[in-house]
Structure formats: C-alpha cells, structure tokens
C-alpha cells in the first residue's frame, strides 16, 4: 500500500503561483512514476504532468511553459509548480502513483490516488 498526502492548494488570482506538494509513504519502489491529476467542475479527470524516479516528465499542453514538476526521491515527495494560473486551471489537482513507467495520460493506470486539494483561480 501507498499512501499519498497533497498540499498547497488555495485560492488565488489569475496570473498568479501556487505550489503544491505531495507526500508518499508505505511501500515505495525505487522505480516508480508519480504525477498529478485535475478534474474541473464538469469534467473528466485529465493528466497534468508526471515524473519518473529518473525524472522523465510529461505535461499537458495546455501547461506547458507554466508549470513544472519535481520530486525528491529521498523524501518521496514530488512538488507542481503552477505559474501563470488561468481560470481554466480551476479544480482538484491529485496526486498519483505508479509502480513503474506510465506512458501516455490515461489515468487507469495509476495505482494509488491522493485525496486531492482544491485549486481556485479567479479572474
């Protein structure tokens, strides 16, 4: 079992930062992937970015030159940082992780989820 934690979420204007952060525990493997995730009000959840443990990432366009992702493999923790905030990014940002390489966005390949943290942009 694994168990995630996030952070960071809040409400802030459009233009603006946060910083969100997630804490994984429990069985870890050394080679995993761990992500982030969004689900919009209305939506379907869609992949943000992730990052393997020998730091592949993978963004959505529509952040791309916006936010970034790192992780500490040390503390297992991995971090989003979101630049530049539209509206559009509204929503629960979760934190995801996978026991190996994810390909592609799908997020039924994930095999732990977070409870999720609620991000607010207003214009």
């Known amino acids: 079992q694994v168990q995630l934690v996030e952070s960071g979420g809040g409400l802030v204007q459009a233009g603006g930062s946060l910083r969100l952060s997630c804490a994984a525990s429990?069985?870890?493997?050394?080679?995993?992937?761990m992500g982030w995730y969004r689900r919009a009000p209305g939506k379907q959840r869609e992949l943000v970015a992730h990052?393997?443990?020998?730091?592949?990432?993978e963004f959505a366009d529509s952040v791309k030159g916006r936010f970034t992702i790192a992780r500490d493999n040390a503390k297992n923790m991995v971090y989003l940082q979101m630049n530049s905030l539209k509206p559009e990014d509204t929503g629960v940002y979760y934190c995801a992780y996978h026991q190996g390489t994810v390909w592609g966005s799908s997020p039924l390949v994930w095999d732990y989820w977070g409870q999720g943290t609620q991000v607010t942009v207003s214009s």
């Open positions: 990052i393997s443990s020998g730091n592949k990432t």
């Open positions: 429990g069985s870890i493997f050394s080679f995993n992937t």
